[in-house]
Nanobody, 124 residues
């Protein structure tokens, strides 16, 4: 069982990136997939999640309207579209899979499997 996040990079303020989370050894659509980020010196924080079966989506209030999470079941991937990026969005972004329920979907404990992160840097 392995998760891999990719798609990070350096982007100017106002730019966009599309992160992808790929899995091997299991089907992502069977799990709630969460995206978290961790800035230097900060704790890891919830960004977005999509429930198993492509159902409800959840977002950190700060990114609502700018970020969008989606599934591509044919490719067994989950994507996080980052739009209108700001310097404060700079962080390592992680994807995670688990059986999170509504009360745990924004918490680290709601997820069992974690991928290595991908760095997103927003700077001019």
């Amino acid at each position: 069982v392995q998760l891999q996040a990719s798609g990070g990079g350096l982007v100017q303020p106002g730019g966009s990136l599309r992160l992808s989370c790929a899995a091997s050894g299991f089907t992502l659509d069977d799990y709630t997939i969460g995206w978290f980020r961790q800035a230097a010196g900060e704790e890891r924080e919830f960004v977005a999640a999509i429930k198993a079966g492509g159902g409800h989506k959840y977002y950190l209030d700060f990114v609502k309207g700018w970020f969008a999470v989606s599934r591509d079941n044919a490719k067994n991937t989950v994507s996080l579209q980052l739009n209108n990026l700001r310097p404060e969005d700079t962080a390592v972004y992680y994807c995670a899979a688990g059986r999170a329920i509504v009360s745990t979907i924004t918490t680290l404990g709601g997820y069992t499997y974690w991928g290595q992160g991908t760095q997103v840097t927003v700077s001019s």
